[in-house]
């Protein structure tokens, strides 16, 4: 079956597209199903997460920017605001390692991003099965040279981080990264397209086939048959990455950017649906106008694309000189692909003709899942086992705690990664 074959066959369940024609009126056509499916995805959407995520607390005094957007944001005094961010990149990373765990990394950088500060430190928290497994040893060694390599080439440090090894985790490893970020409070920009007549820019890199579907098959339960689906996993290019940062950064600080989302979990379709639903605007985006990098891609794929390095900007037209000068001083390659509109709706169109089109808040805002729950009866049996024996010989005891993989020095890891590149480090990996 070819990609554009499975993209016309939605993963969602039958309520959800019950719901979608329902709410259209009408039959979704091929490109709609598949910016649904993108964007419904677990993955985009938190759609069986969201209602649990509410009870935690997210308000404070200093909280300027809370849960909704890329990164959360507090107030640390002076005009100055720190920025963070943390996401699992799991599933590329169970299939491609050293892949999935550098673009997980790219990711969350892209996200600190996207809000006009820049990502000065990074943390990884790890989980794999146990190390006298060969493929957990394949995960764990690729996934620490995905995150270090791609740290290094972007200059920001890898500060710290930990890891756990338990045969739970053999078949579906745990790669969590956080990025921290830094800025100033007047430079803040947010994921907001509310001025209609404003100008959509796409930057970065081009639109390839690569990540197609990644957010559906991050959202699904991994089977054996999971390893086939390495098209789903971006391709990493942090050199490229470095280069945004900069210009990205030059352009917010130039005051030429009015908001700002990066392309990663369903690529355009996120990155615009959402950006026009918190504005309450609508776009129209010429897909004739993207960037790609391959020949004869469908409407479908180029929506849905999660290639790596891109962002979306929205700028004031008389901003659109400057911006570009920006752009072509890093050499930054971009295209300008729409315009924000009064309609509330997402219009897409490809060779002249219409190919989507759905009021924006409709296609960014995903019917909730509800999940029945219950106490897993193995914590009942965890509750009633014995205390094990005070050992006999304590010292070799010691020795062997000492000797185990979830204790032992975690040096081989954290020397991979330049914790010190930006000169901000302080406290370096292994000094606490």
Known sequence: MTVLEEIQKPNLTTEEMEY????????????????????????????????????????????????????????????????????????????????GAATGVGGVVRDILSLGTRPIALLDPLRFGKLDSPHSRWLFENVVRGIGDYGNCIGVPTVGGEVEFDESFERNCLVDVVCVGLGKKKDLVMADADTPGDLVYLVGGSTGRDGIRGASFASRVLTEKSDTERSAVQVPDPFAKKLIIEAVLEAVNSGLVRGMKDLGGGGITCALSEMAAKGGTGMRIELDKVRKREPDMHAAEIMISESQERMALVINPKMEDRLIQTLEKYEIPYSRIGTVTNDGQLTITMGGDIVASAPSRFVAEAPLAHHSSRKPVYIDKLEKTNHPDVPKDLGRTLLRLLASSNIASKEWIYRQYDHEVGIRTLVKPGDA
């Open 20 to 99: 979608a024609v329902r709410k259209l009126g009408r039959q979704p056509g091929s490109v709609e199903w598949a910016m649904l499916e993108a964007e419904w995805s677990e993955h985009c959407s938190y759609k069986s997460s969201r209602q649990v995520l509410k009870q935690l607390p997210t308000k404070g005094p200093r909280v300027l920017v809370g849960p909704g957007y890329d990164a959360g944001v507090v107030d640390v005094g002076e005009g100055w605001i720190v920025t963070f961010h943390i996401e699992s990149h799991n599933h590329p990373s169970a299939i491609d390692p050293y892949g």
